[in-house]
């Protein structure tokens, strides 16, 4: 077993924080230089990235004080105790960061999918379960930091403090990584039953139910961190280096969360950054050809041969069928049927309010 596992978090942190903070700047960038529009998603989305950054900075000033270290290689006490109450204060942002970008989640479909005009049923079953795991997210932060009355005890067995039974702080975080865990699912798989009946073809329906299911990949995150939380509750917990672990899966299931959430905002960055390579890589196709049919021959005193001549012809066929080729598939299309945004959703909206879902 590693003696410390410090390092390695504070990277697994910050790499994980810096993808969902540039695919955030994307979502932004989008939604209000491109698209002009943003939506109370956005709001949630930047709050919840907060709180990741907030979680990677404590952290990595956790992990200077201790965290990460084996509990028994602590020599003075006074440095465990303050390693073990960055250990709390590191925790605690955590709380919220598996929970809010289920909200924004909630709200993406909700104007994806139009449910707020087809059914309120369905959209109670779409807020709900999102409004619950904010609320779960609460109680599980007073249960964590009311374990110990004075708090002190949390980090200082000294403080005299009464603590409640490990064992409640057990279950409240298995219930609450278990929950996680399903709502992550549940929103993977509410598109899919969704999107099945929208009037366009297969293709495309399995390309959008793709990118708005991608928060799945958080669910399996969550249910390996519920794998984590019993290390931290046994009698003589190493509580420092099980923490660590515990922490940066909680940042990894925030991040993916936030990434996953973000994807579908990013579709008109991607089509204008596309269509500029693409239209680039056409002009320099262009100049290519013009620079071979001007080619010159050192045998034939400047003059081009007739060979160079005839391959450039040649040439320009084949340019203009790989012209033809780049109208026939744009990119921008491409990228419109692989990435779901607001601009290229609301077209289906209409064909989404005509069926009825119940």
């Keep these: 077993m590693r003696g410390n596992i410090g390092p390695d978090t504070n990277a697994i942190n910050w790499i994980f924080t810096s993808a969902a903070i540039c695919i955030v700047l994307l979502r932004f960038l989008s939604r209000f230089r ?24 404590v952290t990595s000033y956790a992990i200077s004080q201790g965290l990460g270290q084996h509990i028994n290689e602590f020599e003075d006490p006074a440095k465990l105790v303050n390693a073990l109450k960055w250990t709390v204060i590191a925790d605690t942002p955590g709380i919220f960061v598996f929970s809010t970008p289920k909200l924004a989640f909630a709200i993406l479909l909700d104007r994806i999918l139009n449910v707020g005009k087809t059914s309120k049923a369905l959209k109670a079953l779409l807020y709900t379960p999102a409004v619950l795991s904010v609320l779960f997210s609460v109680a599980g932060c007073a249960v964590w930091l009311r374990q110990c009355d004075p708090i002190e005890g949390l980090w200082d067995q000294t403080a005299g403090a009464e603590c409640l039974s490990t064992k409640v702080y057990l279950g409240v975080g298995l219930a609450m990584c278990a929950f996680s865990g399903f709502l992550d699912f549940y929103y993977g798989v509410i598109p899919i039953l969704f999107i099945s009946r929208l009037n366009m073809d297969t293709r495309r329906k399995i390309h959008i139910s793709i990118m708005l299911g991608l928060g799945t990949v958080g669910g399996v995150v969550a249910i390996w961190k519920c794998t984590l939380f019993p290390a931290i ?8 280096y099980a923490s660590a672990k515990l922490i940066y899966a909680t940042v990894i299931e925030g991040c993916v969360l936030i990434i996953a959430a973000s994807i579908p905002a990013i579709g008109p960055v991607l089509r204008v950054s596309l269509d500029k390579v693409a239209s680039m890589s056409g002009r320099k196709s262009r100049s290519s050809y013009q620079q071979f049919d001007h080619g010159y021959d050192s045998n034939s005193h400047g003059m081009a041969t007739p060979q160079v001549r005839s391959m450039a012809k040649g040439g320009e066929n084949t340019g203009m069928e790989m012209q033809s080729m780049g109208r026939t598939q744009n990119v921008g299309e491409i990228v419109a049927e692989t990435v779901v945004d607001v601009d290229v959703t609301e077209k289906t909206k209409e064909d989404a309010s005509h069926d009825r879902w119940l």
Excluded: K, M, Q, R
Aim: hydrophobic content about 60%.
């Design 34 to 57: 491109l698209s002009n529009f943003a939506g109370w998603d956005d709001l949630v989305i930047l709050i919840a990235l907060v709180l990741v950054i907030l979680e990677s900075g």
């Design 233 to 240: 509750t046994v009698p003589d917990a190493d509580v420092t």
